[in-house]
């Protein structure tokens, strides 16, 4: 899963599949929809990054190329103090541009668990499995009027996830994505990730242009994304290598 | 009385001592203290360097461990062991059966809170108590069973906010490249250790090995006696083949054998001084007691008494006191060191430095060494002590006169 669509997405990042659900779904094959959506398309995009903490916030706008796949890059523009700072993402490898050292470093297995950008989102989660593998998903009956579909993901045996449980939230005609809630092992929510708009993209595919990130333990603590002037289309090899991460690529 | 035999100086002497009661009880005890403090002087400083040893031996690392040349040298799961055959056959030969694979590797813990490096030891639960006393130590829940579960340091598990039960998640990238499990604690340990209690991971062997892609071990350790690692590694190491060492646990300890090596230098120069100090303490002790008896040194010689059978009358009475003294320093210091090398009484004053400097491995339990040679020690004490002490007050009764005595007040 690549850093650019977790972003765009905050986690899921985007997604909806077109296809209709069947009468009974099943829950895993809706699990397996959702995140199919996040096959994004190969595109270049302007996020825009809001972190919130009481009593201040900071912005960054971020130039975002993918290739729809495992590769990323991704560039600071502003604010003018972190401008130039650049991730490479290939895979479940990241490696970052620093500006003022003028220096690639590969982040290490220990620094995974820092904060990307001081957000509420770590590098841990922007590399994390997809959650189709690591959890066994049930369907949370609701009441017949709700338009909603509440998936319930347990972990299953030895997944590599600290969660207790995971609540994915679809809508229940358009199984767009809504809302992804993380439980800690004693039954407490610790993060809530609201996607908030989506607009629909060629092949009947949605891109999530607006997304909420909440730190339910300590108040005031949120992050905003959203995707603007995004462009569709193929992005070029050579901008998924450390030259372009130092240099930066046009096509 | 024109000339004494040592007899009669020795029964003078010894009536001297327990007619002045309360002044050779006064020196006794001063002797006594100075015996009492060397005793314990050293045995402090040999509990130190055993209380370090035995914690590395026996909670940090392994009284001997047997490992490529490689990984000593650069201690990462591609410099391991792929396979434990050729090695095995080694410590058969060697007469070695006490011994346990370990597979360590640096990963990343992450719970729903946090996540933190560590180095993560990768054992065969059923083969570790034979080397180390971890097992024995956990607290809460129980030991490792079987793969899919870790066993965490107590205060490891605090800073995680991870509890019995739950799950944790290690990652790392070794040669399967990255790689993650999420394992269940059942057990936390309570070593009091501090680098076992707040860095001490403990997973079974078949997940290291999934999780670095290592067949093997990285490492073997050997159960040795305490003070006997030497040998056992010397022995072993004839036996392994190319590419493979031994080490005992001081070989491994790092800075630490260098800081507690450096602590006994120092300690020398401080039994010195701490027998300087005794000898100060016996002499001005002494010299109060025969300034105090001047005038009855002044009758003994108006009554026939030579001055160097009076000096010597006074280094028997000193020598009878000092014996009596070093006899009781010896009862006293003996059952005081035996106390606290068998009970932890001194642990608690180590822990502001276990706090401070927990990867040095000291225990939260201090135990004081138990050796006759502190018999030695504090006889040396007394000794150069009493010398000091006996030599003012002899050659004072030589030039002392009878009649400038009698006047003496």
Redesign the interface.
Known sequence: MELSKIIGAILLALILGTTAAAQNPNPAELLHQAVDQLRGPAMAATYTLLVERPGRSKKYVLNVLTDGGEKSLIRVVEPKRDAGQAFLTIG??IWIYNPRLGRVMRLP??G??DRFLGSDV?Y?DLSG?DLEEDYEVALRQESDKSNILVLVLT?K????????RVEVVLGSKDKLLRKIV?Y??RGKA?KDVELRKAVALDGGRYLITDSLVRDLVRKGYRTTFTISDWRVGPVPEHCFTQTALERGCRF | MKKAGWTLLSRLAWRNVWRHRQRTLLLAAVVAYAAVATIFYWSMADGYKLSVLEAHARYVLAPVTVATVDWFADPDPENGLDSLRAVNSALAIAGVDGYAPRLQFAGLLTSPYVSEGAFLLGVEPNAEPVVSRVPGKVSKGRWLAGPGEIVLGYRLAERLDVRLGERLVVSTAALAGPQSLGLQVVGLVHAGVSSVDASGVYLHLADARQLTGLNGATHLALDAPLGHEDAVARRVKQKLPAGLTAHPVWDLVGPIKTDVEAAKKFSLPIGLLLALFAALAVTSTLIVSVLERTREFGVILALGMDNPQLGWMIVLEGVLATGVGWLLGLLLGYSLIYYTSTHNVLGPLFQVSAEVWSEAGLTEEFYTHLSPIYVIYSLITVVVAALAAFLFPALRARRLQPSEALRWN
């Open positions: 479940s490898d297995p220990s995974k668990n770590s841990a499995r972990p045996p030895r997944a590599p996830t600290p969660w207790g993380y800690d092992q610790l």
